[in-house]
């Protein structure tokens, strides 16, 4: 059974910085590209980062250069860094394995609000 659990959320202020985490059970973990995504009541699911079983990340041109992605996978972890947060990236943000369906966590809450 797949189980995703991630931690971390919490307040910021604009130009903070948080970093969340996800802890994957279930899966033959480092064979698998993990992604991170969020969501804000009333929109759709939206992509915030990517890494791959090479380690090779991807992100979207409103997060690049201030959220980076990284992964353990001795721990079977992955987190995401976020700096200099502004108060649209405020969402849940929610773990993701793509295979072999799409898997979630249950989210958490973050908030960027001065």
């Known amino acids: 059974q797949v189980q995703l659990v991630e931690s971390g959320g919490g307040m910021a202020q604009p130009g903070g910085s948080l970093r969340l985490s996800c802890a994957a059970s279930g899966i033959n973990f480092s064979r698998h590209t993990m992604r991170w995504y969020r969501q804000t009541p009333g929109k759709q699911r939206e992509w915030v980062a990517e890494?791959?079983?090479?380690?090779?990340?991807k992100y979207p041109n409103s997060v690049v250069g201030r959220f980076t992605m990284s992964r353990d996978n001795a721990k079977m972890t992955v987190d995401l860094q976020m700096n200099n947060l502004k108060p649209d990236d405020t969402a849940v943000y929610y773990c993701?394995?793509?295979?072999?369906?799409?898997?979630w966590g249950q989210g958490t809450q973050v908030t960027v609000s001065s």
């Open positions: 890494i791959d079983r090479d380690l090779k990340t």
């Open positions: 993701n394995v793509p295979f072999p369906r799409d898997y």
